[in-house]
């Protein structure tokens, strides 16, 4: 098939104001642009946008490989927060029925920073690169390359994973620069933290540990950028940096998205990090063998109070399983908040409180668990421990480290655990497929004991489909099986949060420095009104200790 802008599976989320939620906020969605869409700024001089980032300037280094690196590079394609995919270094591409062979066509107009064409060597060189036996960040038996000509080239990935690295991770690297440079050392390479690359900015100087400085690209081969400078500022609380006025641009809890809710300075945005908490339930124990019990565990618990406790926004879906991962196609209604119904369900599986004692027994052994938990999960399992002893149902929660956490559960011992489904772990503790839905499920082995082929098959499907076919809904399939089967109960999504300048316009909330080219800086009236100017780098020290007090006031530091 053929296409030249297929949709890509995005995780499908709801924004809307916090305040519709917990009457403290508002949350300020920007609209996001897309190609052709950005007005000119409203300012005749040169704009800059400060970024923060929390380490030094190797920040390009791949040992970090961080969003940072997409002002510099530019990946073969790029996907808006509709989950819309758009051509970046290839304006357009070709893939095989089974979505694993993909033939891209590079712009004949993209060029390093140095003025010298991008070609399909730079392509070849960069996974030859990666596959070199001293550097092997890529598995060489994942990838088949075939340059048909100079801006022309074919790809067969073996697996999912590396199909969707290929296509929105690759950055490719200038051969004409680095062939003679010694892969052994590719992680210390000084070029890191000046690198030449191809996408809408380029590197002008930096301050070691301090600042990097970069400028709009005035050979780009799409649009000029909106701003003229991006600097990326190292080191120091992002949030304490942001009201000091030291950066336009940082990362944030929903915590201090709270306490900075009326402060005209600032817009809020939301992304969905495309996973979400759940408990898993090991259904070699006795107690979670059945699915109706399943099913009334998840009943007991009002995951809506969760999404508030955890300062969710309201608008945002219950889900029941990986919804949403293909372009716009969501979700059914989720599985409901009913204690009365999941008692009925308790006592359908032969659960009763012959004792009156408040906890549930079947065949003599009370209804009493425990739950592993870390970090974020732990902070959910308080509630619905609370809601489960309400149907008579007894959760002890056990707290550690992620990654003891993981290998108990890899290895089936535990009765529950709070994970996240993101990064493979779905499939991890599902299926036993080591992070990945794995191209043969021959030998995988449920550390959950969970079985259904039909599942596995429309997750495997779902992950390298990157165009809806309304012949071929995977959803459908993962739908209906996790709401039949309730293997997991969702608890609440993940949620990053990115605090801006308020005359910053344009950011994509989804992919903030992919889209970074269709962003400009306009004056708000608003901010204006209320008396706030941008505040210079002499005042930041001053303003900086009354910032740190507003933030103890609230409780962030």
């Known amino acids: 098939m053929s296409q030249s802008g297929p949709r890509l599976f995005a995780a499908s989320f709801v924004t809307t104001p916090i305040a519709a939620l917990l009457s403290v906020v508002v949350v300020a969605?920007?609209?996001?642009?897309?190609?052709?869409?950005?007005?000119?700024?409203?300012?005749?001089?040169?704009?800059?946008?400060?970024?923060?980032?929390?380490?030094?300037?190797?920040?390009?280094?791949?040992?970090?490989?961080?969003?940072?690196?997409?002002?510099?590079?530019?990946?073969?394609?790029?996907?808006?927060?509709?989950?819309?995919?758009?051509?970046?270094?290839?304006?357009?591409?070709?893939?095989?029925?089974?979505?694993?062979?993909?033939?891209?066509?590079?712009?004949?107009?993209?060029?390093?920073?140095?003025?010298?064409?991008?070609?399909?060597?730079?392509?070849?060189?960069?996974?030859?690169?990666?596959?070199?036996?001293?550097?092997?960040?890529?598995?060489?038996?994942?990838?088949?390359?075939?340059?048909?000509?100079?801006?022309?080239?074919?790809?067969?990935?073996?697996?999912?994973?590396?199909?969707?690295?290929?296509?929105?991770?690759?950055?490719?690297?200038?051969?004409?620069?680095?062939?003679?440079?010694?892969?052994?050392?590719?992680?210390?390479?000084?070029?890191?933290?000046?690198?030449?690359?191809?996408?809408?900015?380029?590197?002008?100087?930096?301050?070691?540990?301090?600042?990097?400085?970069?400028?709009?690209?005035?050979?780009?081969?799409?649009?000029?950028?909106?701003?003229?400078?991006?600097?990326?500022?190292?080191?120091?609380?992002?949030?304490?940096?942001?009201?000091?006025?030291?950066?336009?641009?940082?990362?944030?809890?929903?915590?201090?998205?709270?306490?900075?809710?009326?402060?005209?300075?600032?817009?809020?945005?939301?992304?969905?990090?495309?996973?979400?908490?759940?408990?898993?339930?090991?259904?070699?124990?006795?107690?979670?063998?059945?699915?109706?019990?399943?099913?009334?565990?998840?009943?007991?618990?009002?995951?809506?109070?969760?999404?508030?406790?955890?300062?969710?926004?309201?608008?945002?879906?219950?889900?029941?399983?990986?919804f949403g991962t293909r372009g716009r196609e969501e979700g059914p209604e989720a599985i409901p908040y009913h204690p009365g119904a999941a008692g009925t369900l308790l006592a359908e599986a032969g659960w009763e409180d012959p004792d009156g004692d408040g906890v549930l027994e079947r065949s003599g052994q009370p209804f009493r668990f425990e739950v592993l938990a870390f970090a974020g999960g732990a902070a959910g399992a308080v509630l619905v421990q609370e809601y489960l002893r309400r149907v008579g149902v007894e959760m002890s929660i056990l707290t550690m480290n992620m990654g003891v956490v993981r290998n108990h559960m890899k290895s089936g011992e535990f009765d529950a655990g709070i994970f996240r489904t993101s990064r493979g772990y779905l499939h991890e503790f599902l299926f036993g497929s080591d992070g990945r839905i794995q191209g043969d499920e021959e030998g995988l082995v449920s550390p959950i004991g969970y079985s259904n082929p039909d599942l596995l098959e429309a997750l495997k499907e779902a992950a390298r489909s990157f165009e809806p076919d309304p012949e071929r809904r995977p959803g459908e399939v993962l739908w209906s099986a996790f709401q039949r089967d309730v293997p997991v109960t969702y608890l609440h999504p993940e949620v990053d949060v990115t605090v801006a300048d308020r005359r910053i316009r344009g950011i994509d909330p989804q992919q903030v420095m992919v889209w970074m080219d269709r962003v400009w800086v306009e004056e708000d009236t608003e901010a204006s009104a209320a008396g706030y100017s941008p505040v210079s780098e002499g005042e930041a020290d001053e303003e900086d200790a009354a910032a740190r007090d507003a933030l103890a006031e609230h409780h962030i530091i």
Request: charged share 25%.
């Open 29 to 322: 969605i920007l609209a996001s642009c897309t190609p052709g869409d950005r007005p000119s700024t409203s300012s005749a001089g040169p704009s800059t946008i400060t970024l923060h980032y929390n380490m030094d300037e190797r920040v390009f280094s791949p040992a970090q490989w961080t969003q940072n690196r997409f002002l510099v590079f530019a990946t073969l394609v790029r996907w808006d927060e509709d989950g819309e995919m758009h051509g970046w270094l290839a304006d357009r591409w070709d893939n095989s029925d089974d979505e694993f062979t993909w033939t891209y066509h590079l712009r004949e107009n993209a060029r390093w920073h140095d003025g010298v064409p991008v070609t399909t060597a730079d392509i070849q060189f960069t996974l030859d690169l990666l596959t070199h036996p001293e550097v092997l960040i890529l598995d060489p038996a994942d990838f088949e390359l075939t340059v048909i000509d100079e801006h022309t080239f074919t790809v067969r990935a073996e697996t999912t994973s590396a199909a969707g690295w290929m296509q929105w991770e690759l950055i490719c690297f200038p051969k004409h620069l680095l062939k003679h440079l010694d892969p052994a050392e590719y992680h210390d390479w000084d070029w890191w933290i000046q690198p030449v690359g191809n996408g809408p900015f380029r590197y002008v100087t930096h301050l070691p540990k301090t600042f990097t400085e970069l400028e709009a690209n005035p050979d780009y081969f799409l649009d000029r950028p909106g701003v003229d400078r991006i600097r990326l500022r190292y080191g120091g609380n992002p949030f304490v940096e942001l009201l000091s006025g030291n950066v336009d641009v940082a990362r944030a809890s929903l915590a201090e998205a709270l306490s900075v809710e009326s402060d005209p300075r600032f817009e809020i945005h939301l992304r969905p990090t495309g996973g979400h908490w759940a408990i898993f339930w090991n259904h070699n124990r006795p107690q979670f063998q059945d699915a109706g019990t399943r099913r009334a565990l998840t009943q007991a618990v009002d995951r809506r109070a969760l999404y508030a406790a955890m300062n969710i926004p309201d608008g945002v879906p219950i889900v029941d399983g990986p």
